[in-house]
Each structure stands twice: as C-alpha cells, then as structure tokens.
C-alpha cells in the first residue's frame, strides 16, 4: 500500500456521512483507489456497489476477494469492512466533491464538444504530466459516473487536472461541470451528434454544451472555436455566465490561430500565432480538424499555468490514440497496407473531418484511398440525407473505393458513383471478408464509424491479418 493513501475510511465517512461497518480493531483503514467494476479491481480499492444492470451489491464479496479494502454499500455485507450510505451514487458524487476541495493547488480543466473531446482532453493532460502532479481519466469517463469517479481517484497534492465531460441529452452536463467547478473550459465544436435527443437539431445541442459554463468557476476561461457557426451563441453563454472568452480557429484576430497544415507522411506540420507570436509545431495525426484542436489545448495549457514551450513539446510527443487516428502499418499480399484507424466513434461533422484528412494524404503511385464506413448514429430523422451527403466529400477527396456497412451508409452507397463502390454489407462482420478480398498492397485505408455499428470490429480485424 502506498505510504500515502487516497482514502482514509475517517475521510470516507466525513465526505459521505456513512457508517462504517465490519472493520476490526488493528486493520488497514486506509485505500490506494477507487472502482465500481470488480473485473478491473485492485487490492486497496474502495468498491462502489453502484446499480447498473445489475446491482453492484451483488459483486462485493468477489471484490472483497480480490482484495478491496472496504465496500461503500446500502446494506452490510460479509467479507470485509462496509461504509453504509443511502444512495451509493450519491456517495460517490460526495467523495467527488470532497477530492475536488481537499487538492487546494489544483487548477482544474474541463472539455466537451461534439466531436474531438477525448483527443483534446489526452492532448492536455501530455502537457499537464509534463508540468507537475496532473491527473485525468485513464479512458473517456465522461459521464454521470465516469466525472466523479475521476474525481474521487484525483490525489491530494493533484497540481493540474482535467476532465471529459460528454452528454446525449440536455441537463446532463450542468451537473458534471458543477462537480468539477474548472477553472477553464474547452468546447471543441458542435455540430450533428445525438441530434435525434433534440428536437430542434444542432441548436439544443448548443445549448446542452453551454451548460459546461454552468460550473465555471468566477472569471474562468471558456475556450470556444471562432470556427464554429455556435460560436457567437456560445461566447453570449459563456460572458452571462462571467467567464472570459478565448478563441481559436482559423479566423484572423483569435487567440490562437492556425495558419497553415501540411500533411508529411504520417505527421504534420503546423505553422500558427498564438497571441500574435508566430510557432511551428508537428503532430501526430494528419487531420487538420486535429492541429484546430491543438490550438484549444495551447489555450487550456496556458490557462493551467504550462509554459508555451512545455506545451508545444507535448504536443510534438503526443500519439495519436487507439479510434482516433492511430496509424498503422501491416504486411499485406505481398506489399503492405496503411490502417488509419478512426473508429472510435462518428458523426457527420468527425466524418467529414476524417475524409478531407484522408484526401490531404500524399499517395505513392500504386496506392490507393480507401474508406470503410459504418452507420453513424443517434442522428434523428435527417439521418438517411446525413449518410447520403457524404458522398460528394468522398468524390472531392479523390477516395478511390468506398466499403460500407449498416443500413444507414446503404443511403450512400446508393448515392455513390459506381466507380467508387466496393462492396457493402449489412454488418460490419458481413463486411470484413469482401474488404479484405478487395484490399491491395499499397492501400491506404481508414475505418470510421460509430460505436453501435461495430467500426471497430472492422479495424481490429485488419489488425489481426498476419
């Protein structure tokens, strides 16, 4: 156990206002972390019997056998030392708030957005780890359990953090964002994600973005893309809520501006002016929708007391991440293909990004484009035109073939020219086979999709090729 734990039981139950239970005079009364799923568990945990599918209750003395130090439960049960609440995930979401103010040094960022939240959360917490004690979620834990978890794991003497913070419907940020009270926030874009929880399309998911500002702290920063056609919108909600407001993009007189993207090879270089001072940077990843991101994480660096060449450093040393735009290169009949894998997640705004970052490739003679798409959803009743509309993208960005997958992407296939089809599927599973009959040495091929409709099936199969 560390000598230094995350929780004492003592602060467990002044922050939740439990009784314990079942602990035994002489016995550690002390945890290193903090877990709701007793698979991925650790000897020192604190175990959350929270209610998902199946009641957390259920799995406590198989957490206890895997060596969790005490269980925060609405009943006792045998095994080991129980804290009794009556509302589990109300204690945890006390434990946040009590993690939140015992880390007196913090300076806390928090990023939402449409699409890119993730990248630009892993983005600045490269710079913050490279600036002191920082600390973040270990994957995208960006809701109504993942923030205050992310919170009740930050350690005392937690120098910069920050936080994901995602939603599908309106009144679920205000919340989180009220947990984490930052001291600066990032919204990265908005545009046609969960569309159909809104009836008025882009316009609420506006407003369900602008709640981030909700729990800004005081003359805090709210980082907003000048780019963006919310971004007037975005700016009145951010200064109603007191916040003062920086801007990126590629607007002339921002804050930070990008001024050229070009695309070598597997990274590109970035020439931008960060309050009217000229920087060069690269990165790895091609799209230019990253290196706008990439701006947003200088200003959030800034606004978290990181230097400017602490920042532009880590960004240089910054992989892409699994889903989204890791690049890989496989053995393939006799020559080799390129994997650009994004198939973390998609909406119509990622996917157009991904397609014109694809298109800004360089090719080599014998190679050619591929895209492989899955369904993107969540999208309301505009989703067939959605899917359609991609197709001139795909012609404009000298995509060679397209391969596709899920009822919805059968509205562009048809809308496609036959030239450019290869085959389609109803499944991603269907699919697999015939890409991989199609596919050639020397093909560049990126996989995007949602979630739901298995794009990363598909990638991890190519992965898989030997």
Known sequence: MADTPLWTFDELARATGGTLTGAGEGSVRAATGVNFDSRALQPGDVFLALKGVRDGHDFVPQAFQSGAAIAITRRPIEGGPCLL??????????????????????????????VGKTSVTQMVMQGLSQAGRAHSAIKSFNNHIGVPLTLARMPADTERAVFEIGMNHADEITPLSEFVAPH????????????????????????AKAEIF????????????????????????????????AA???????????IEHRVNGDRASVAARFHGRDILFSLAHTGKHQAVNALATLLMLE???????????????????????KVTRKAFKGGEI???????????????????????????????????????????PDEAALHAGLAPVIEAEGIDKAYLAGPLMKHLWDALPQALRGAYAETATDLAPALIE??????????????????GLIAKTLLALA
Do not use: C
Not at 248 to 258: M, S
Not at 303 to 319: K, M, N
């Open 85 to 114: 609440v009556p509302d589990v995930q109300k204690a945890l979401e006390d434990m946040a708030v009590f993690a939140r103010d015992r880390a007196v040094k913090a300076k806390r960022g928090a990023v939402t957005g449409s």
């Open 184 to 207: 600066a926030v990032i919204i990265t874009t908005v545009g046609g994600a969960h569309t159909e929880n809104f009836p008025d399309g882009d316009a609420g998911v506006a407003r």
């Open 214 to 245: 909700d729990g800004l702290l005081p003359g805090g920063l709210a980082i907003l893309n000048a780019d963006n056609q919310w971004f007037d919108f975005l700016s009145q909600q951010a200064r109603g809520a007191g916040a003062l407001i």
């Open 248 to 258: 990126f993009g590629e607007h002339n007189g921002v804050d930070a501006q990008l």
């Open 303 to 325: 606004a978290l007391d990181v230097d400017l060449d602490t920042s532009l450093l880590a960004l240089e040393s910054f992989a892409a991440l699994d889903g989204r735009g």
């Open 338 to 380: 390129t994997l650009i894998d994004e198939s973390y997640n998609a909406n119509p705004v990622s996917m157009t990004a991904t397609l014109t970052s694809l298109g800004a490739r360089a090719r080599s003679a014998d190679s050619r484009k591929i895209v492989v798409l899955t369904d993107m959803l969540e999208l309301g």
């Open 438 to 455: 199609g596919l050639q040495g020397g093909d560049v091929v990126m996989v995007k999709g949602s979630n739901g409709s298995k794009a």
